[in-house]
T-cell receptor, first 112, second 119 residues
C-alpha cells in the first residue's frame, strides 16, 4: 500500500497567486515526520519544510506553509505569492520507524 | 562547502563496465542514504547507513549493486557489469540523526546527484 499519495501530477498557478499541493499519508505509528522537497530542473532535491506528528502548530518557512490535518492524514504544502522560480517538481515524504517514503511528485508550473 | 557533495556529476560508461559513485555527507551527519531516480520518476531507495550499524540494503535492485561507507563518512556506491537499465540519476542524502520518526533530525539533505548513462 502506498504510504504517501500525491494525486496531482501537474499544477499551474499564476505568478503572485497562492497554490496548494496535496499530500496524504498512511501510517499507524503515532510518531512520524512529514517533509516537502523541491526539485527544480537542475535535479537537486531541496528541503523545504518539516512537520512532526506531535507538533501542534502548522509549520511555516517563509512563503511555504504545511497545512497539517492529522485526522485526515493530510500534509498539504501551501506556497504563497508564487514566483517563476517556484516552477519545479515537489515531493512529499514521510519517515516513520526506520523507513522513509516519498510520493510520486507534483509538477508545478508558474505562469507569468 | 557545507552541503552534501557527489562525484562525478556525470558518468558515461559502456555496458558491462563497473562504475563507482562517491558521496561526501555533511560533516557530523550520522546517517547516509542512496537513491536512484530514473527520468521523470520518483525516488527509489537503495541503501541506508547509520553510524557503525549494519546498513539497510533492502532497496538494492540486484547483487551487482553494493555500497560501503568508510569511517562513518564518505560512501561509495559500486555498480558492477552495468546494464542500460542502470541509467539514472543517483542521489545521495545525509541526515543528522538516525531514522526514528517524528524528529527533525531525520531531515535528509541531498547532494546534486550523479547522472549515469550506460551505452
Amino acid at each position: 500500500a502506498q504510504k504517501i499519495t500525491q494525486t496531482q501530477p501537474g499544477m499551474f498557478v499564476q505568478e503572485k497567486e497562492a497554490v496548494t499541493l496535496d499530500c496524504t499519508y498512511d501510517t499507524s505509528d503515532p510518531s512520524y515526520g512529514l517533509f516537502w522537497y523541491k526539485q527544480p530542473s537542475s535535479g537537486e532535491m531541496i528541503f523545504l519544510i518539516y512537520q512532526g506528528s506531535y507538533d501542534q502548530q502548522n509549520a511555516t518557512e517563509g512563503r511555504y506553509s504545511l497545512n497539517f490535518q492529522k485526522a485526515r492524514k493530510s500534509a498539504n504544502l501551501v506556497i504563497s505569492a508564487s514566483q517563476l522560480g517556484d516552477s519545479a517538481m515537489y515531493f512529499c515524504a514521510m519517515n516513520t520507524g526506520n523507513q522513509f517514503y516519498f510520493g510520486t511528485g507534483t509538477s508545478l508550473t508558474v505562469i507569468p | 562547502g557545507a552541503g552534501v557533495s557527489q562525484s562525478p556529476s556525470n558518468k558515461v560508461t559502456e555496458k558491462g563496465k563497473d562504475v563507482e559513485l562517491r558521496c561526501d555527507p555533511i560533516s557530523g551527519h550520522t546517517a547516509l542514504y542512496w537513491y536512484r531516480q530514473s527520468l521523470g520518476q520518483g525516488l527509489e531507495f537503495l541503501i541506508y547507513f547509520q553510524g557503525n550499524s549494519a546498513p539497510d540494503k533492502s532497496g538494492l535492485p540486484s547483487d551487482r549493486f553494493s555500497a560501503e561507507r568508510t569511517g562513518g563518512s564518505v560512501s561509495t556506491l559500486t555498480i558492477q557489469r552495468t546494464q542500460q537499465e542502470d541509467s539514472a540519476v543517483y542521489l545521495c542524502a545525509s541526515s543528522l540523526g538516525r531514522l526514528a520518526g517524528g524528529s527533525s533530525t531525520d531531515t535528509q539533505y541531498f547532494g546534486p546527484g550523479t547522472r549515469l548513462t550506460v551505452l
